[in-house]
């Protein structure tokens, strides 16, 4: 299991994203993290995130998964607030965080904020992780029938963060209590929020039309760059190998779930 990996600052002066992943002979692990509270105290909130949780987790002697990824949360959080004390100017730093672990054809996953994680299926792009940001709620709102979908879309404030990693309790905190089985030939996409300037179904297409991971990643960049978009926001693509693995029926419980409007997997 390999994930490729693109980045690229868009139309912003720094790149606040960080990202890291890991394959060893068993598992593959992989984080990405969107800095916030300005380009520079941004930039350092998301590369100590994906440092600390990254190392956390492979040190960690837990057997089980979930409780790995809790407790490398909880340790990346309280190294952002240890950096926070000793250094006061980065008092409003913070990050979004999104980590991805897979092993045996299973899929673990923890996340705060607004960063995506997505199943590639062969009809698809699913969202498997929630969106922390007043867009998500709105989104949601939007499916129950509450607003409309312009609306929902328009609303100015629909960047803002419901939940972030800053060193204080984190409001918002996705971690399933159970993995998730992969079907065989399906992939693995985690992306910071700047890729939304391109529909899931852009996206896909470009996953699609090309085999090769490092390929399909650089071309969804590519497809961003040929936006021309004034207020492009930095954007990190990783995306895994297909995955060789049985199909599981727990997958295709968990997708008529979505299909039905149930956005958790518990």
Same mark, same amino acid.
């Given at each position: ?15 606040q994203?960080?990202? &890291? /992943? ?13 800095? &916030? ?18 190392c ?19 340790? /990346? ?5 240890? !950096? #926070? ?5 980065? @008092? ?5 965080? /999104? ?17 995506p994680?997505y ?6 792009l699913c969202?498997l ?6 867009g ?7 499916? #129950? ?7 929902? #879309?328009s ?5 803002? !963060? ?5 060193? /204080?309790?984190?409001?918002? &905190? ?5 993995? *998730? ?19 899931p ?35 990190? !693509?990783? *995306?895994?190998?297909?995955?060789? @693995?049985?199909?599981?029926?727990? *997958?295709?419980?968990?997708?008529q ?10």
């Amino acid at each position: 299991m390999d994930f490729a990996i693109c980045s690229w600052p868009g139309k912003r002066e720094d790149q606040q994203d960080a990202v &890291v /992943t890991v394959r060893l002979e068993s598992r593959a692990l992989t984080v990405i993290a969107d800095g &916030v509270g300005g380009s520079e105290y941004g930039g350092i909130a998301s590369r100590l995130a994906v440092d600390e949780f990254a190392c956390a987790e492979l040190e960690s002697e837990s057997d089980n998964p979930i409780k790995r990824l809790e407790q490398s949360l909880k340790h /990346t959080n309280e190294a952002i607030e240890r !950096l #926070k004390q000793a250094q006061p100017q980065y @008092a409003d730093m913070a990050t979004t965080l /999104t980590a991805a672990r897979i092993q045996k054809g299973m899929l673990w996953w923890i996340s705060v904020g607004d960063s995506p994680l997505y199943l590639v299926t062969k009809t698809g792009l699913c969202r498997l992780n929630e969106d922390h940001s007043v867009g998500g709620s709105l989104d949601a709102m939007a499916r #129950k029938g509450f607003m409309t979908e312009k609306e929902a #879309k328009s609303d100015p404030a629909r960047h803002q !963060l419901t939940s972030a990693l800053s060193g /204080t309790d984190i409001p918002f &905190v996705d971690c399933p209590n159970r993995g *998730l089985p992969i079907a065989n030939g399906q992939q693995i996409l985690i992306g910071s929020d700047g890729m939304k300037s391109l529909s899931p179904d852009e996206v896909f297409d470009a996953i699609v039309s090309d085999p090769n991971p490092q390929s399909a990643v650089d071309s969804i960049l590519s497809k961003l760059k040929a936006l021309n978009r004034p207020d492009q926001d930095n954007v990190t !693509l990783a *995306l895994s190998s297909k995955i060789r @693995a049985p199909w599981h029926h727990g *997958l295709r419980q968990y997708l008529q779930m979505r299909a039905a409007g149930v956005s958790r997997f518990r």
